[in-house]
């Protein structure tokens, strides 16, 4: 059952992360910020690569000046300063935000279709990303013994096929180890940092931005299309964002400003220092910084560290696709819950394993992280490019800013976003087609899917009966009423539903007492247990109820039932029968439906969505499908 009627908004009463503020901070280092943290791996050697002159000074200081300031200005003041503060009831993100600006405040077509897009970029950058961690991270071995070059990419595959594998089971059991192990990492590339910055202490001159304006703009074509390498530092950022509903604002902020952005400002400084120094660049110049002692043990740390940062974008993965499902964007897939720990230690099978084939694709066909590179951030800096109008909008509607302020503040972020985007655009014939294209398909099948149901509800909506009409029919048919309740569950908000319609007509009976049941997922992400159910006796023993739940919350219906009970329902909790429809999708003979084309993609997707049934949790044994074509 898919819902495509607007909500009605309520205050939500959220469940805040539990915890002291320290203890936060160091678990957020383990699911928010592998991504960005593991980006030293790969960024400063890849901008190297696009540099005609690696070892100049101005060069290589140059560099270093772009990417501390993209660090401060797009993660610090755009994300943590800015972006942080905006929230929809606690989320994070460009769904969350998409709901917030584009559904509760007002009904916006074109910015929920620029958040839903944004969405879909993430699924196709977040293939790359396992990918290009995991590869960086052992490429390191050739720098110990270039023999082991012809097993890097095998062991990367068995790495990433072992991860996705073991998805199903829940990381409840070792999470708790993400942030120990991510600290562990953050301190060792904040020392090798120093120790690279004390072989040429004069590095440190980068901090001035001029040095990074003045290579951007002495260089040509050269210095803008460098843009797209220095953007690889950042594209970590998004999640500092869209997992803030996790921990709150302030563990976030504590780890980064605390550890992680230290951390790489050291590294990264350290990294330019060996180059200024004459340190071959060959290789991976991150490795350079390790003595040669200690090469297997960083590499190894490296590999773990590059799994958690995987671990982090599978499971923002599957915490984005229950968001779409609960907005009403993707057909109901079978969701797991691997922990009672935390709402968000779920498991999507059907994600886990497409997103398994394309990143081990991914892997086997470019077979290097360089060349992965080549094809990383174009879909990640057109998400930020949408943040950024959609943070405009928040400024002037949540905040009040006048069009001065608020344009001043997002143009200074669009002209950055801009300038990143449009450099990344040239990786498209070197790759940047393949998150593209992913995000393409991913999103026609949200829209398909969204006015397909759309196009459901509005057939059904098209014969309904109202209530006073249909009793007296039972009663002039002399239909038998039966001891126990009968829960019918329904898109309609008024009038009888089609399914008790279906039942009475072929069955022939009716229960005693009734209960129709809407369910309505919001554009919040909870919903307060006050605000959970409405109820309306519309006749004799024949209740209508409204449900409401945030995108963020499983429904489940028998729980429900026993507070519609507790507010003076009369229905009998120990004998309650389950009805549902099942809707065969067909095209419309009249050729005023969906394009042909669109129905039969809806129609594969509804027919392999998983039960209503599993979506609300009903107990199986209660249950009564019954079934009906609509044409759409």
């Given amino acids: 059952m898919s819902d495509t009627l607007p909500p009605r908004i309520v205050e939500v009463e959220r469940q ?357 590179a080549a094809a990383y951030g174009i879909a990640v800096s057109l998400t930020m490019l949408m943040t950024s109008v959609l943070l405009f909008i928040a400024m002037r509607e949540i905040w009040g800013w006048s069009m001065l302020a608020a344009g001043s503040v997002a143009g200074c972020f669009l002209v950055v976003d801009s300038a990143f985007f449009l450099a990344n655009l040239t990786k498209i014939g070197e790759g940047g087609y393949v998150p593209v294209i992913l995000a393409i398909i991913v999103y026609g099948l949200m829209w398909i899917w969204h006015h397909g149901a759309a196009a459901v509800s509005a057939r059904i909506h098209e014969a309904l009966i109202p209530i006073p009409e249909f009793m007296a029919g039972i009663i002039k048919r002399n239909i038998p009423r039966v001891p126990g309740t009968a829960v019918f569950l329904t898109r309609t908000e008024r009038d009888t539903p089609p399914v008790m319609v279906w039942h009475a007509k072929h069955n022939r009976a009716l229960h005693e007492h009734l209960f129709v049941l809407r369910v309505e997922i919001q554009a919040v992400p909870w919903v307060s247990s006050r605000d959970r159910i409405t109820l309306q006796e519309v006749a004799p023993n024949f209740w209508r109820a409204e449900a409401r739940y945030g995108f963020m919350e499983r429904p489940h219906i028998p729980e429900l039932l026993a507070i519609g009970k507790a507010l003076g329902c009369t229905i009998d909790l120990e004998d309650v029968t389950y009805y549902v429809g099942h809707e065969t999708v067909v095209g419309r003979e009249d050729g005023m439906g969906l394009p042909a084309w669109q129905e039969r993609i809806f129609a594969v997707m509804e027919r392999n969505a998983v039960h209503v049934s599993d979506f609300f949790s009903l107990p199986s044994d209660q249950v009564v499908e019954i079934g009906r074509q609509i044409a759409i």
């Avoid at 992360?17 to 383990?30: F, I, N, V």
């Avoid at 940092?193 to 951007?216: D, K, M």
């Avoid at 950042?234 to 504590?254: N, Q, S």
């Avoid at 960083?298 to 773990?304: G, N, P, S």
Wanted: aromatic share 10%.
């Fill in 16 to 372: 805040r992360p539990q915890g002291r503020l320290p203890s936060l901070g160091l678990s957020a280092l383990g699911i928010v910020f592998g991504d960005i943290g593991t980006s030293p791996l790969y960024t400063f050697k890849t901008i190297l690569g696009a540099t005609d002159k690696s070892a100049d000074a101005s060069v290589v200081l140059g560099a270093l000046s772009l990417v501390l300031w993209t660090l401060f200005i797009i993660t610090t003041v755009k994300y943590v300063s800015f972006a942080m503060r905006v929230d929809n009831d606690g989320e994070g993100g460009i769904l969350a935000l998409m709901a917030l600006l584009g559904v509760k405040k007002h009904r916006r077509p074109t910015i929920v279709a620029f958040g839903l897009f944004g969405a879909a970029l993430i699924y196709g950058d977040g293939a790359i990303t396992p990918a290009i961690s995991v590869l960086s991270a052992l490429e390191g071995l050739n720098m110990a013994t270039p023999a082991v070059q012809p097993y890097v990419v095998p062991a990367a595959v068995a790495i990433l096929l072992a991860l996705f594998a073991i998805q199903s089971q829940g990381t409840a059991a070792i999470g708790h180890l993400f942030g120990p192990v991510m600290l562990v990492w953050f301190a060792a590339i904040a020392l090798m940092g120093i120790w690279g910055i004390l072989q040429h202490p004069s590095v440190l001159a980068a901090l001035n931005p001029v040095y990074g304006l003045s290579y951007l703009f002495s260089h040509g074509i050269t210095g803008f299309l460098v843009l797209g390498a220095v953007f690889l530092c950042v594209t970590g950022a998004e999640a500092l964002y869209a997992d803030m509903g996790h921990f709150g604002r302030g563990p976030i902020k504590l780890a980064w400003f605390a550890v992680v952005f230290p951390s790489l400002i050291l590294n990264y400084a350290g990294q330019a220092a060996l180059v200024l120094q004459g340190t071959p660049t060959d290789g991976n110049i991150f490795f350079r910084l390790c003595p040669d002692a200690l090469l297997i043990p960083l590499v190894v740390l490296a590999t773990v560290a590059t799994i958690i940062a995987s671990q982090s974008i599978i499971t923002g993965a599957f915490s984005m696709t229950r968001q779409a499902i609960q907005l009403g964007w993707l057909p109901r897939l079978r969701i797991k819950q691997t922990s009672s720990e935390g709402y968000g230690q779920i498991y999507v099978g059907v994600v886990n394993w497409l997103l398994m084939i394309v990143t081990i694709g991914l892997t086997v066909g470019f077979g290097k992280s360089d060349n992965l």
